[in-house]
């Protein structure tokens, strides 16, 4: 909400998430974040420090803002900011860090819509806090890719019938191979049902590590089918490792 009119721009508070931090000259860093005010935004933050250790904000550190916001310019401002909620676990966990890894990965290449989506928001918060707090971490990072497809506009289509196919393109279950186009095995096409299934209803996948490792692949075929410039993410590989 807006807390100061001025002559040509105005402050407003908003809720934000850190979707990566680059260094601009000594003093400064741009902040690209996903606000829950004005969607996608990059910020100039002037880096403030203590002794010789300067002080900014990590990426997926949920923060509250008070920011410039003028229309004339592409690049707005952070005048104030704080750590809104901080993490009680990732920092000192390694799985969870990984997982956050990932996370951040994934909204960096997703989240680029300039308009305030507060059921987008509100969803990037609720897998901040599940990778923060949950007891188990196996699922997480599909449940993540799962949830996102639908207000990124491309979500799949639940299984009525059998399921012995899962259309990459069309993003539904499919009794026989299409003819064209990527499409998930069985046993793939399978455990998506159940991740489907089991997140409807609040309970936990039934699903081997080895069909998760193969379902995150193909998910993350799935959104660079339909994001693009979704790319090669670097920590799949390292996500298997740990959550096998």
């Known amino acids: 909400m ?3 009119a001025g002559s040509s721009h105005m402050l407003h508070t908003t809720r ?3 979707l990566r931090t680059v260094r601009h000259g000594d003093r400064s860093v741009v902040l690209r974040s996903y606000t829950e005010a004005f969607g996608a935004r990059s910020y100039m933050l002037r880096v403030a420090r203590r002794g010789a250790t300067s002080v900014t904000p990590q990426p997926l550190d949920r923060l509250e803002l008070v920011v410039t916001e003028d229309a004339r310019h592409e690049m707005h401002t952070v005048r104030e900011w704080r750590v809104e909620r901080p993490y ?7 799985a969870r860090a990984l997982v956050l890894l990932f996370a951040q990965e994934v909204f960096h290449r997703t989240l680029r819509e300039e308009a305030s989506d507060r059921e987008l928001f509100d969803l990037v918060q609720l897998a901040l806090e599940e990778i923060d ?3 188990d ?3 997480l990072p599909l449940l993540l890719l799962l949830r996102l497809a639908g207000p990124l506009g491309f979500q799949p289509q639940r299984p009525t019938g059998s399921v012995e196919h899962f259309d990459l393109r069309e993003g539904r279950f499919l009794s026989a191979r299409p003819m064209h ?3 998930m095995d069985g046993e793939t096409s399978r455990a998506f049902a159940e991740l489907m299934r089991a997140e409807a209803v609040g309970e936990r996948p039934n699903i081997s590590a080895t069909s998760r490792k193969e379902l995150l692949e193909q998910l993350l075929a799935y959104f660079r089918m339909h994001v693009e410039g979704f790319g090669q993410l670097r920590s799949p590989e390292v996500i298997h490792a740990v959550l096998h």
């Open 181 to 183: 186009g990527p499409c």
């Open 137 to 139: 971490l196996t699922h």
């Open 88 to 94: 009680q676990h990732v920092r000192s966990d390694h």
């Open 2 to 4: 807006p807390v100061f």
């Open 16 to 18: 934000a998430v850190v």
């Open 133 to 135: 707090s949950s007891v």
